[in-house]
């Protein structure tokens, strides 16, 4: 790690002040990304913003037909929350799927969608559930917020403050973990909201989080896992690795879903 | 009359040979006071950190630590130049084996930092010294490497390709040892003579050790001697090759062992990193601290196995073994670690054999260079791959043929009326009941219902397999250990000898065979092992012997200490020495109820209370040397059973079953436990571990986002059963158990998948068999079925 310093704003206005005032500084949510790379020196920040004792960031509400969560949330309030197993049990199950114990008491959601890892969870969520991304200056839809690998519609010196889930009627998440680091190498989010559903696939992309729309065409005829047999995601645009080609998570994202509407249906 | 209740006896019940008796340090580590090497600190120390290439070949122009000399808190930066300048030895390979025309193998000189080439990604050029650790790492990155990069090799079989990019000039074909052993022409007739030859491409792939304590070490030189605080598996042998290096006299070299946190044959070799720190140590004055980091530890540890093979097996039309036959490449990697030849060569054959009476096998073996991490030994060391080699064949072998499995190995087991039995490699087993332990596994793993868990599996969608895997391994060649025995000042009885706990729990098993020998109380007793100052010999821990070496050596010790006892409790006693007998800790004279404990006898002698003459021994100490310690033959039978989920390729051991045969069992509660720690590290390298290497000889794997330990939820339920024949080369009459979790694992675990993938069509699923690789299987048997 190299030297930096570090600052405890109150409330987001500082929080945005000071980013705006330290060149490159870095807001600090639960460090389960940043405090990593920090310490193999391939992050380098001059400045760390803590967000720990912001007020009013962390929490969970019902606010009419929405589920709204504040961005210092951590996952594993999430997994455990009540009002969340009520609303959208699928995005409960999904927060405790993220890592281990440690990182998930750690670990906050606000960090994982600016962080926007390809192989991430918490976008799969937003993408198939239509969030909305909610900043200290605007309100951006999850479509337009993922933008590419570790990259999204952040400008400088804005700070997520909370993210709104419109309340679907069926939703479940399936994972399928990288046997190393267990982050997604194929998670498969699905939503049903009336007529309109979305599935949303992380860990596969090269260009990130996308939705796999051949699939959800599949799925409006008959919200069912067998609306899916023979449907065939293409390879094309997807990663390959040590771990999976392209033509095995392409497979995999066929499989996942099914296993996510499976799941969804029996909620 | 009633025999009075014996305190001994009760305590022998509860501490004695045999009872599962928990690890003395458990307490002590689990609250955090355990001291490895990184929690031993010296006022005024200094801090190292290593600087490595980048490349995985190259010629170093210069090496320019200007820029780090001049960083906030740096004391000083060495390079190769100035290791050589200070005339230390290379860094030797200390089991070479001789190749097929009785020549030498090429053992190239590795110089601690390199001088004129790098040859691997990791290896260590230079290294900076400052006030503290943060500083060292700043400066470490300051200094300017001129290197050009060289073509790079990082499989045997490239390395072995005409034009391959030669790792040393003396190797020009990077072979450092075209091994052979076996009787060609015989072996040759058998397979020519064989009704069924059984052939298979079997890759033993690359692991990274990964233990949970990462090297370090704490260097100083004090009052003209170099001494070294630093984990290893056996500080005696440890400080005899250091000193070798240093070209030092060994009584000038002391080395300290603490508690050591896993080291599976890694930690047993004097690496680079320790010359450079004793060489600072000394030009400084100060002690020297380097901890390796996690990522760094990926390339800076040895890594284990690697080594592709073509396995044959000849047989007759009834399924009679004729010979087997094992030929091809093992990677040493960069440079030779020191028992660098030695897993791939010499322990395939010797292990290869297992419980049958094939009564010929040939191995041939080239060992390569290439542009790697050194290879070394890691958990078996040869024994797991040889008894793996055999017991595919084996499975396939009764696949192509028609013919049962367990029948098969049935038919071709070392039955007990055979013992003594001398194998084709000049091993002489000495007990054993094979096919007793294979009937008992087969029922314990209730291998009769297998049809019906099979339906179930497939109602799940998922394909169901078992596998055997029979194992016999040839422990550790025999070597000197030491038994001390010390009775101190407060009471206590210290053991000292040279073999080495990291992580397995000697001080337990160890004291339960001095209770029993000697009746001394159970609490009482100390383990002293690492501190090379105390030994007066000591083979290390390694290759599954420290119960045989240290156990024999404290048995025999024991006898020694009663029989000075007896002497001096003839005087204590006023009774003449021949009528004096030693029996449940206590020394009486026969046919008398007068006698005197072991305990007592030596608190009288410590306080002086006992008048004796000249001649009569003044304490119970002892220092014994248990002489060349033979090897054993652990074995057992391990059943396994997976479920395969063919849409995403995931295996998961369902069952695991074993049967053992460790002979005399000490500790039952710690050689289950061995086992199933050996077994996990088995199922990671059949399931998930592996090593890749890119074209340039950068490691792809080269962290925990990328390589893939066994976890928790990884383990099976595991069904133990110890079925033992005592050993007859050791008077514990113990086996040794360190290891046979692996050695049963990979067969057993790889026999059931290629059991379930057979009924898909795939014919030989290699390790490790991720997910991808198996679902790729699947693909390509469909396919290739389709065709
Ligand atoms: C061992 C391990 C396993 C993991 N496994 C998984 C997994 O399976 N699935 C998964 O999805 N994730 C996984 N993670 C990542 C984990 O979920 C992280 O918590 C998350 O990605 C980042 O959240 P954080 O709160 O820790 O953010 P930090 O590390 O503190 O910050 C991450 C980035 O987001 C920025 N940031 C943080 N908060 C805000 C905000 N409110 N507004 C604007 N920018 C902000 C920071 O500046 C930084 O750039 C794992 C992490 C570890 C260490």
């Known amino acids: 790690m190299y030297a930096f310093s570090y600052h405890q704003p109150k409330t987001v206005r500082q929080a945005a002040s000071l980013l705006a005032k330290n060149e490159d500084g870095k807001i600090l949510a639960g460090g389960q990304t940043l405090l990593p790379t920090m310490k193999q020196r391939l992050a380098a920040p001059p400045a760390l913003i803590d967000l ?37 049990p699928g995005l409960a199950e999904m927060a405790g799927m993220i890592g281990d114990p440690a990182v998930r008491n750690r670990g906050t959601i606000g960090g994982s969608v600016a962080n926007n890892d390809p192989a991430a969870d918490y976008p799969a969520a937003c993408l198939a559930l239509g969030a909305t991304i909610i900043t200290n200056t ?100 997807l990663n390959g690795d040590i771990h999976a080609s392209p033509e095995y998570r392409a497979h995999l994202i066929g499989v996942m879903a099914k296993r996510a509407v499976t799941a969804a249906i029996g909620k | 009359m009633n025999k009075p209740t014996d305190q001994t006896d009760l305590s022998l019940m509860k501490f004695g040979i045999g009872q599962p008796v928990s690890r003395n340090e458990d307490p002590i580590l689990v609250r955090g006071e355990g001291r490895y090497t990184d929690d031993v600190n ?67 000189a590795r110089p601690a930092l390199a001088v004129d080439k790098v040859r691997f990604v990791g290896d260590p050029v230079a290294f900076v010294v400052a ?151 000394k030009a400084l004055g100060k002690p020297v601290k380097w901890t390796d980091q996690r990522s760094e530890s990926f390339v800076s540890d040895h890594h284990g196995r690697d080594q592709n093979v073509t396995a044959e097996l000849a047989l007759d039309a009834k399924g009679k073994f004729l010979a087997v036959r094992i030929s091809g490449h093992s990677n040493m990697g960069a440079y030779l670690s020191p028992v660098a030849p030695l897993m791939s060569t010499l322990n395939i054959h010797k292990n290869g054999i297992g419980t049958y009476t094939t009564p010929l ?15 070394s030994a890691y958990r078996g060391a040869g024994r797991p791959e040889g008894n793996y080699f055999m017991e595919r064949l084996i499975d396939e072998a009764a696949r192509e043929m028609g013919i049962d499995p367990v029948s098969l190995r049935k038919r071709n087991q070392i039955k007990p009326s055979q013992m003594p039995y001398k194998t084709p490699t000049d091993t002489v087993y000495d007990s054993g009941d094979f096919t007793a332990l294979l009937e008992r596994a087969v029922e314990a793993a209730d291998w009769k219902g297998f049809a019906q868990r099979k339906r179930e599996s497939r109602k799940k969608g998922l394909l169901r397999g078992r596998g055997i895997g029979c194992y016999l391994e040839v422990t550790a060649p025999p070597m000197n250990e030491m038994g001390g025995i010390r009775f101190d000042a407060d009471g206590g009885v210290t053991i000292i000898t040279g073999t080495l706990d990291y992580g397995q729990g000697h001080w337990t098993p160890f004291a339960q065979v001095l209770t029993t020998k000697l009746g001394v109380p159970f609490d009482k007793i100390r383990l002293i092992q690492g501190d090379s100052d105390k030994l007066i010999a000591g083979g290390g821990t390694g290759g599954s012997k420290s119960i045989m070496a240290s156990g024999a050596a404290i048995s025999e010790a024991a006898e020694k200490v009663i029989e000075k006892g007896k002497v001096i409790a003839s005087y204590a006693l006023e009774a003449g020495v021949e009528d004096i007998e030693f029996a449940a800790g206590r020394f009486i004279i026969a046919g008398t109820d007068r006698g005197i404990g072991v305990m007592e006898l030596a608190a009288k002698l410590r306080e002086g209370g ?22 054993a033959y652990p074995n057992g039978c391990h059943i396994a059973e997976v479920e395969i989920d063919p849409d995403t390729g995931v295996t998961k051991v369902v069952s695991y079953v074993m049967v053992n045969d460790f002979g005399t069992v000490v500790n039952p509660l710690l050689v289950e436990g061995q086992l199933h720690g050996g077994v996990m590290q088995g199922i990671g390298q059949a399931l998930m571990e592996f090593t890749e290497y890119d074209s340039d000889g950068q490691l792809v794997t080269g962290s925990f986002m990328d390589y893939a330990m066994p976890r928790a939820d990884d383990t099976p339920a595991f069904s133990f059963e110890s079925r033992p024949t005592p050993a007859k080369t050791n008077p514990l009459g113990a086996k040794g158990c360190g290891e046979a979790g692996c050695a049963g694992a990979l067969p057993s675990v790889m026999n059931a998948i290629n059991d379930a993938l057979a009924e898909v069509g795939v014919k030989h699923m290699n390790m490790p068999a991720t997910p991808r690789r198996v679902w790729e299987a699947i693909q390509a048997a469909k396919a290739s079925a389709a065709a």
């Open chain 1, 138 to 237: 605007r309100k951006i839809p999850a479509e337009q917020f993922f933008t590419g690998l570790f990259e999204t519609a952040l400008e400088p010196g804005e700070v997520i403050v909370k993210i709104s889930f419109p309340i679907v009627s069926k939703a479940a998440y399936a994972k399928f973990r990288n046997p190393a680091s267990r982050y997604a190498m194929v998670g498969v989010f699905v939503a049903k909201r009336g007529s309109d559903i979305r599935v949303a696939v992380t860990g596969a992309g090269s260009n990130g989080v996308f939705r796999a729309t051949a699939l959800e065409e599949a799925l409006k005829k008959r919200f069912s896992p067998k609306s899916l047999e023979g449907v065939s995601v293409s390879a094309d645009g």
């Open chain 2, 361 to 375: 096998i040939q191995v041939d073996t080239r060992c390569m260079f290439t542009n790697t991490v050194p290879i």
């Open chain 2, 42 to 108: 010296f006022d005024g120390q200094l801090y190292a950190v290593f600087v490595r290439s980048p490349y995985a070949h190259g010629v170093i122009n210069g090496v320019d630590v200007a820029p780090a000399l001049e960083m906030p808190g740096v004391v000083a930066a060495y390079t190769g130049a100035d290791l050589v300048a200070a005339g230390y030895d290379t860094l030797k390979c200390v089991m070479p084996q001789k190749q097929r025309d009785g020549s030498a193998m090429i053992m190239p």
């Open chain 2, 131 to 281: 006030e503290t650790a943060a500083q060292a790492r700043d400066a470490a990155e300051a200094v300017a490497l001129d290197i050009d990069p060289l073509p790079a090799v990082t499989t045997p079989e490239e390395a072995d390709q005409p034009g391959a990019a030669a790792v040393y000039d003396e190797a020009p074909d990077n072979c450092a040892l075209d091994y052979h052993f076996g009787e060609t022409e015989k072996v040759d007739a058998a397979f020519a003579a064989a009704a069924h030859v059984t052939r298979l491409e079997i890759a033993n792939n690359r692991v990274v050790v990964n233990p949970l304590e990462p090297r370090s070490a704490v260097a100083r030189f004090e009052g003209g001697r170099y001494v070294l605080n630093v984990p290893t598996q056996g500080v005696f042998g440890f400080r005899n090759s250091l000193a070798g290096v240093l070209k030092a006299d060994t009584k000038q070299v002391h080395v300290i062992t603490g508690n050591v946190g896993g080291s599976f044959g890694m930690k047993a070799s004097v690496f680079p990193e320790y010359i450079g720190l004793l060489h600072a140590a």
């Open chain 1, 52 to 88: 720990g004792k912001v007020e009013g960031l962390s929490g969970i509400e019902l606010k009419g037909r929405s589920l709204v969560i504040g961005a210092t949330t951590k996952h594993v309030q999430v997994a455990t929350s009540e009002i969340v197993k009520q609303a959208i």
């Open chain 2, 610 to 631: 006992l008048r004796l003459p000249e001649d009569a021994p003044k304490s119970l100490d002892v220092d014994h040397v248990h002489r060349l310690s033979p090897s």
